[in-house]
């Protein structure tokens, strides 16, 4: 069997889903998966579909190629196709802090992500032992004021050589740079420590602190132009109380961001999630 | 328009999804919903659709024929079709509490629910101002050792003439008899005072203080002829500690009660939930 | 028995709960509560004690001089003490939403609230039937951009007239005026339909889904003359998705709004909490 | 400065509050932490003070046979002192699931937790290679059904020679002997992988997932003689819905078991559990 996933995105109209479904039953496909959404206020709509075709008579050219002539052009989809057998690429950047990089790693390997991790990526050399301990090519990319657009075609390089599909921010602590931003549009995943919209920027557990919430949060979102802005993906919360320290927060904190990155990269790596004007659909 | 809501399981097999779409598109409808699932351990499939067709030229009774002679036979599909314009029919059973049954009447009277609430029922007087004061029917049906059938007969006559599509049982203190649970077999709805399947029967906060639990919970479930074992439909917990008391989980509880029940007739009312083997798919 | 509350802060310093609770067992009283905070940032410290006295050879006068001059001016101590007995009054102004409304009213007919209401008040005579079916004098005082400080004086008669201890918006659509709240400093409850701080002032159901967020949340806090940035008593939240619409997440923050706002107004009833620098101390 | 940790617990009566804070006032103590709570179901009282005294004119000895005799004996105090410099010692007992090992070992290394682990041990020798990775030693005890008790004194000599204070289950798969539990008696913290008193003994996941419940839990517990029947520590729960399999009910328990378990940890280990009648009271 081969397997596929397919997600559309196009305006709202009539017809789509019969003659989607339709499409792939002509070509001897089988749904096992379909999920559907529309956004009222803008009339999109949006499709995510899983199936499968017998392999020795499947072509997978053939079939974007009559998908895009027969169904694209008619109803304007825009549309991605994923092999199911094809896991995705993911290089992994961190700075110093390695909770985040412990848990993505330990989840790694017992086989619970469905991806590949070519390599970790750094500024800084702390974490090189780790990459280490669990075999992973470990780059040193250096940041100083005057060398950040130089680091960033380094990055880029390695991204390239290594066919990377997505980047995940493992609490890596610089900002990322248009070029990266550009070529992996909505494909680098950070992890904010904030419930955003509250608390963007750095710090935010003392802002947090400061302000004397009773809840914290942590979000993780792809990375746009604008600090802290770009598409929520996943979000979660943890109460607190005026017994907790500013240090507790952070403890706290750890917890949720190791959850909710993880997540995210899940969500991520299986195609679940589409994007459009800033928001994310997570078909989960 | 004339918008219908379609619910079907049949065993799994290639070419439903497609087939059903194919034959809601060549009866001139337009889908503007669908979800499904598949239940892997029993190989059972699970969908449902929301479609919207031309009043003018759509015959409810023309459609459902044809969808049994070309479709349900042909799959072994079983289904219900629901017209969206008709809004279901509840009846509240109530007995002393009323938290759950003001909080029920509090969504009803804002146009959260929906429903129509053609009576409520008890087994005592005291709740009647409350029915009063909202302009509902209130039935008085008493019930004693000796009349348990006798009541029930009473209830199924007046369930039966207010043609009552479904049974909400808002802290209802009876056990419901077989004959009203044949009658609406996964229809009659329970709110259950702890997180189910703990604390099963009588004072589950009692039974929750004396374990020592830290989370208190709350169970909506469809009434079997087993004690609290039917199909769960929603369920919610709190974080409680050893300075509550039992009057303090008790407090606590109402408001997970009220909340959880009226997610649960929600969930219901607008046809998301489907049951299988003692368990629900819960479309939402 | 007499039972008194006790509030205390201070400078942090060493043997303040041994003298404090000495001076309580040597006037004859029993502790029967004990709670204390020490904010090490700002060291101050902070203690809620429940003691109680036998009534007739206990007078509240004598204690409360007692207590200023061996201990308060000692340790140059802020405190507030409370009768046990006395249950305080609470004033309630709305708008035109009746949900908050409801909800506190259900409660505190059940007996759940420890506190009077001796008046509703509203800019708006929509929510009068209401208040008559529970039996509570309403009071309607319209503002006009020219009637605000004239409409100020109304309200803080009708205050003083009735003895109110604190006032509770329940999704009260206006500005507080200056004049309040300083006269009620930290004893003006507001419920904001958000997560605090993140989307501040108006329509924020509308800006949470503009920022696509996965989590919508509702924030209680005390008025101070900056916009919902007073000290924030409670907070929770609910999980949302990219299916809810906007009148989705208003209903689903009706849920919150009530059971946040029902939250605050018992902790602050029963004298639980403590307001220093913008922050809160809950004793819970 | 000599930090204390104390607990007590006895008949509720009057004064114990003020006779306590008075001692330790006496002693040239500082009272830095005090909380209290009192059963009243059966009457009983509990305390929980940490304590500074200037080092070279305090002696540990001196004063618990002070307190023994001054205060213990007047009010049939039952009580326990730690040194807040010691770190208690814990032993790690797991099998062959590495995932609570990797978060707690994760944990240890970062310096969240405030104990020392000078063993893991375990029935297989699947997971040696991380204890290596962390540097801390390993001892392998294999079980079979003719050599329980025998494994029991090798275990027990173990925990004696290493001066161990507690006991970490961190889904160790076999039962603990009757010697050992009687000898660390609310000393053996396990985790089980439901919410209890929900789905007690072998295979809870699938059990859960049989069942149909909405909501999956953990739960953190001393262990006692009768299975999963000891004190409570902590629980935490997550949403699930049909859409989950039993495999990623395990998948997801997992991130559940970690916090839970650690959280249980974090609180035993730094002496604010007190255990009563088969319930916890958590001084946090």
Chains 1, 2, 3, 4 share one sequence.
């Not at 602190?209 to 914290?216: D, L, M």
Request: with cysteine; charged share 20%.
């Amino acid at each position: 069997m081969h397997k596929i996933t397919l997600l559309i995105h196009c305006d709202d109209q009539p017809n789509i889903i019969a003659s989607v479904t339709n499409f792939i039953a002509s070509n001897d496909g089988n749904i096992v998966y379909i999920d559907q959404h529309v956004d009222r206020e803008q009339n999109i709509f949006f499709m995510r579909l899983e199936c499968e075709f017998i392999s020795n008579t499947f072509f997978i050219e053939n079939f974007k190629y009559a998908f895009q002539n027969k169904l694209a052009e008619v109803f304007k989809l825009k549309w991605r196709i994923y092999s199911a057998e094809r896991k995705p690429k993911m290089a992994l950047f961190v700075s110093k802090y390695d909770h985040c990089l412990y848990d993505i790693l330990g989840r790694y390997n017992s086989g619970e992500l469905f991806l590949e991790i070519p390599f970790i990526l750094s500024n800084h050399l702390d974490l090189k032992p780790i990459a280490d301990s669990f075999n992973i090519p470990f780059y040193h990319v250096p940041i100083t004021k005057t060398t950040k657009e130089e680091a960033a075609q380094s990055q880029l390089k390695l991204l390239k050589k290594h066919h990377i599909d997505f980047i995940v921010l493992a609490r890596y602590m610089q900002i990322i740079s248009s070029t990266l931003i550009n070529e992996y549009a909505n494909k680098i995943i950070n992890i904010h420590h904030s419930f955003l919209p509250a608390f963007i920027g750095a710090k935010p557990y003392h802002s947090a602190y400061k302000r004397g919430v009773k809840i914290i949060g942590a979000t993780s979102h792809y990375i746009t132009e604008e600090l802290d802005a770009g598409p929520i993906i996943e979000q979660d919360v943890s109460h607190v109380s005026h017994t907790h320290s500013i240090e507790d927060l952070i403890a706290k904190g750890r917890d949720l961001e190791k959850i909710v990155l993880s997540n995210a990269i899940k969500l991520h790596a299986t195609r679940k999630v589409m994007v459009f004007n800033n928001k994310t659909i997570i078909f989960s």
